[in-house]
T-cell receptor
Framework: KAGVTQTPRYLIKTRGQQVTLSCSPI?????VSWYQQTPGQGLQFLFE???????NKGNFPGRFSGRQFSNSRSEMNVSTLELGDSALYLC?????????????FGSGTQLSVL | GESVGLHLPTLSVQEGDNSIINCAYS??????FIWYKQESGKGPQFIID?????DKRQGQRVTVLLNKTVKHLSLQIAATQPGDSAVYFC??????????FGKGTSLLVTP
């Protein structure tokens, strides 16, 4: 089975722009979560989707949004980029989305905001 | 605030020795804990998990210990190898579907 695939691998944007990141979960996995990783804050939860519904959202401003499609693929969008949004954005999938099962992570998208 | 934290930011061990990575959590309601390993340029990789109704779980060369009395979690790696060099994260699930991660411990294995 293919693992979690995230595209693109690297992105460079400027302040004020918007960006869309893509995630393809492992086949058959219905839950997709997004995390932001920075050296100072570590891994922070952004949101989680299950069957196209956002069930949980972390403490991030409304500029961060996401969605999930019927094939479980997910996208996240960040609008009006700020320098502090520079981070590694990780997507993870799990089979049942119980919150009590291991997450399978992709390699992430490294976003640099200049 | 941070409810899952690590005692040591870096840990250096010699190849062949055992490693112990510690983690503290603050919420006694946490019922699921998990350890991840992250190598440079890669996403976190699952190592082992444990539920709150257990106090020990063993995997291949790894053991997780859970002490609910003092809200402490540890990961033991036996016969540490150079390939074990990575950043290790503990995480907990409180409620809902999110994992709350600690900031990580960097493990360096020296020959």
């Amino acid at each position: 089975k293919a693992g979690v695939t995230q595209t693109p691998r690297y992105l460079i944007k400027t302040r004020g722009q918007q960006v869309t990141l893509s995630c393809s979960p492992i086949s058959g996995h219905r839950s997709v979560s997004w995390y932001q990783q920075t050296p100072g804050q570590g891994l922070q939860f952004l949101f989680e989707y299950f069957s196209e519904t956002q069930r949980n959202k972390g403490n991030f401003p409304g500029r961060f949004s996401g969605r999930q499609f019927s094939n479980s693929r997910s996208e996240m969008n960040v609008s009006t980029l700020e320098l502090g949004d520079s981070a590694l954005y990780l997507c993870a999938s799990s089979p049942r989305g119980t919150g009590r099962e291991k997450l399978f992570f992709g390699s992430g998208t490294q976003l640099s905001v200049l | 605030g941070e409810s899952v934290g690590l005692h040591l930011p870096t840990l250096s061990v010699q190849e062949g020795d055992n490693s112990i990575i510690n983690c503290a959590y603050s919420n006694s309601a946490s019922d699921y804990f998990i350890w991840y390993k992250q190598e440079s340029g890669k996403g976190p990789q699952f190592i082992i998990d444990i539920r709150s109704n257990m106090d020990k779980r063993q995997g291949q060369r790894v053991t997780v210990l859970l002490n609910k009395t003092v809200k402490h979690l540890s990961l033991q790696i036996a016969a540490t190898q150079p390939g074990d060099s990575a950043v290790y994260f503990c995480a907990e699930t409180l409620s809902g579907y999110a994992l709350n991660f600690g900031k990580g411990t960097s493990l360096l294995v020296t020959p």
